[in-house]
C-alpha cells in the first residue's frame, strides 16, 4: 500500500513556474515508476509525464515537453514536478500516480496508487 500526498499548487502569472511535490509513505518507493496527470474542468485526465523507478529515464506529453521536468528522490520518497513558461492551459488538478509494474504509462487506468491533487491556476 502506498499513499500519496501532492503540494505545491497555487496561482501563478502566465510565464511563471511552480514546483510540485508528491511525497509518498511507505518503504518501497523506490520500486514504483511515478508519473503525473492533470485533469482540468470537464475535461478527461491527462498524461503529463512519467519517471522510471531509478529516476534514469522520463517521457512528457508534447503539451509539456521543454517546459515540464520530473525528477525524484528515493531517499525522500518524492517524486517532482517542476513547471515552467506556465501557460492558462496548464491550468488544471494536478495527480501523482504510483505504477507497480512496467517502466511507465500514459494511462490512468494502468496505475495502482494516487494521490488526491493538487490545484494549478494559471492566469493570463
Known amino acids: 500500500q502506498v499513499q500519496l500526498v501532492e503540494s505545491g499548487g497555487g496561482l501563478v502569472q502566465a510565464g511563471g513556474s511552480l514546483r510540485l511535490s508528491c511525497a509518498a509513505s511507505?518503504?518501497?518507493?523506490?520500486?514504483?515508476?511515478m508519473a503525473w496527470f492533470r485533469q482540468a474542468p470537464g475535461k478527461e485526465r491527462e498524461f503529463v509525464g512519467t519517471i522510471t523507478r531509478s529516476g534514469g529515464s522520463t517521457y512528457y506529453s508534447d503539451s509539456v515537453k521543454g517546459r515540464f521536468t520530473i525528477s525524484r528522490d528515493n531517499a525522500k520518497n518524492t517524486v517532482y514536478l517542476q513547471m515552467n513558461v506556465l501557460k492558462p492551459e496548464d491550468t488544471a488538478v494536478y495527480y501523482c500516480?504510483?505504477?507497480?509494474?512496467?517502466?511507465?504509462?500514459?494511462?490512468?487506468?494502468?496505475?495502482?496508487?494516487w494521490g488526491q491533487g493538487t490545484q494549478v491556476t494559471v492566469s493570463s
Open positions: 500516480a504510483a505504477l507497480s509494474s512496467g517502466y511507465g504509462s500514459r494511462w490512468p487506468r494502468d496505475y495502482d496508487y
Open positions: 511507505g518503504r518501497t518507493f523506490s520500486s514504483y515508476a
